[in-house]
């Protein structure tokens, strides 16, 4: 199997939204971004496969190894050398890499945040840079577009956040921040427990116009110049805002299951940013 065949694979299984805007893309540009999400899901795939913390942190060393070697010009791992390829070109360095790698071992140290600035500087690590990387690759132009970016990114993990807070509780981990449990009167247990309350569901609804509030704070972010070339990044704004919309019409249902869209609406709800050139 061939690098390049490794990684689509890899962003294909995944299932996720961004699945689906990047197959709009010049060919290039798909395979760059293709790449770049492949090395994303390897990171995160350590933290969530492997249930060892020792052994995840030493499979996170190899990786900054990895990225060190690989920017030196010795990549091994299939994913870096499908990726390294279009470094260079795009603006993608290893310091970007290595924050992605960061904010997945904070996963390993840490498992609660007092406040919404302490989750911050990790969904800055986790999407923010990715959302830079990303704006790269669809061809940005104007330095502006990278507050875009990482405006658009701390939106999208804030959605992964409400949609998997169930999920994650029973991992053991609990991103919603202690002084805003505490401001709804919500105990931690409460979650563990799966249990639904008044309380739950307003501080869900806090969360989720928190959310909807940071995606119309980074479209308006987004310069003119680059809108058209941002186009993917608008699809997938289309799909996470319509998936914090559903989560919202369920009255919050996301303790027992992870509430998803289907693929076919995934992909029309793409279709129709890349038709009309904006978020519909």
Partial sequence: MTPEHYVQQKAAASGSSFYYAFLFLPKERRAAITAFYAFCREIDDVVDEITDPGVAQTKLGWWQGEVTKSFTGNPTHPVMKALMPH???????????LAVIEGCQMDLTQNRYLDFPALQRYCHLVAGVVGEVAARIFGQTDPATT????????AFQLTNI?????????????????????????????LLKRQYSEQFTALMQ??????????????VLLPEADRRAQKPGLMMAS??????????????????????????????????????????
């Fill in 162 to 190: 409400i949609r998997d807070v169930g999920e994650d509780a029973m991992l053991g981990r609990i991103y919603l921040p202690v002084n805003e449990l505490q401001k709804f009167d919500l105990k931690a247990h409460e």
């Fill in 239 to 280: 799909i996470y805002r319509t998936l914090l919309h559903e989560i919202a019409a369920d009255n919050f249902q996301v303790l027992h299951q992870r509430v998803s869209l289907t693929p076919v609406r995934k992909f029309w709800l793409a279709w129709k940013t890349q038709a009309f050139g904006r978020v519909v």
């Fill in 206 to 219: 806090f969360q989720t116009e928190r959310a909807l509030a940071l995606y119309d704070e980074a479209l």
């Fill in 147 to 154: 507050a875009y970016a990482h405006k658009l990114g701390l």
């Fill in 87 to 97: 470094a260079t070109l795009y603006g993608i360095e290893a310091r970007h890499l």
